[in-house]
């Protein structure tokens, strides 16, 4: 069985940092496109930032381009979400998803992204 285990999250000040981690296990998994989501109390889950496999494709949500930076390393089956000059409205649960294939491009629909983490809080206060 594949787990999902995000770490990294905090409270931090609006323009703050912090990085997420995400460790996959399991004798199942094998790496393939990754993703972060997020999601805020009253709000839908929402994309945050993708890579492909290969780690040559990445996307970001346009409310958190040129501020995270999503990275990977395969051979220790972790991914990273670096966030940079953080605002409160970044507040929200992020999730760790990991997709069934590899893509040469990025993929963002949710429902290609087939198990989950459980979550990490980041809170980023006024």
């Known amino acids: 069985q594949v787990q999902l285990v995000e770490s990294g999250g905090g409270l931090v000040q609006t323009g703050g940092s912090l990085r997420l981690s995400c460790i996959a296990s399991?004798?199942?998994?094998?790496?393939?496109?990754m993703a972060w989501f997020r999601q805020a109390p009253g709000k839908e889950r929402e994309i945050v930032a993708t890579i492909n496999w290969a780690a040559t494709r990445t996307y970001y949500a346009d409310s958190v381009q040129g501020r995270f930076t999503i990275s990977r390393d395969n051979a220790k089956n972790v991914v990273w979400l670096q966030m940079n000059s953080l605002k409160p409205e970044d507040t929200a649960v992020y999730y760790c998803?990991?997709?069934?294939?590899?893509?040469?491009?990025?993929?963002?629909?949710?429902?290609?992204?087939?198990?989950w983490g459980q979550g990490t809080q980041v809170t980023v206060s006024s």
């Open positions: 399991g004798r199942a998994f094998s790496p393939g496109d």
């Open positions: 998803a990991a997709a069934p294939f590899r893509s040469p491009t990025v993929v963002t629909a949710m429902n290609a992204y087939t198990t």
